[in-house]
């Protein structure tokens, strides 16, 4: 059984940084995707940013240039920094990866950390 443990989250002021982190425990063969998602009140779950097993980035045009995805796969780690930060940015903020064993991808969520962003 994998799980996903997510930490980071909190309050923060407009205009400055959090830094989200997701260790992976269990089982775990190889990784295909690791990513983060929000969700605000009353709104869908949204993607922010993904980053392949080989290192390849994509992020939501709402954080480009403000928020920076990595990963550790060694460590089955996925961290997302976020810089300037502003009150549209809180949300439940959850992780997610696609790992694959036995030839077969299993998608996997943590349960959520809140970032509220207000003065």
């Known amino acids: 059984q994998v799980q996903l443990v997510e930490s980071g989250g909190g309050l923060v002021q407009p205009g400055r940084s959090l830094r989200l982190s997701c260790t992976a425990s269990g089982s775990i063969f190889s990784i295909v995707n690791m990513g983060w998602y929000r969700q605000a009140p009353g709104k869908e779950r949204d993607l922010v940013a993904i980053i392949t097993g080989g290192g390849i980035t994509k992020y939501a045009d709402s954080v480009k240039g403000r928020f920076t995805i990595s990963g550790d796969n060694a460590k089955n780690t996925v961290f997302l920094q976020m810089n300037s930060l502003t009150p549209e940015d809180t949300a439940v903020y959850y992780c997610?990866?696609?790992?694959?064993?036995?030839?077969?991808?299993?998608?996997?969520w943590g349960q959520g950390t809140q970032v509220t962003v207000s003065s």
């Open positions: 997610n990866m696609i790992l694959r064993r036995g030839g077969f991808d299993f998608i996997y």
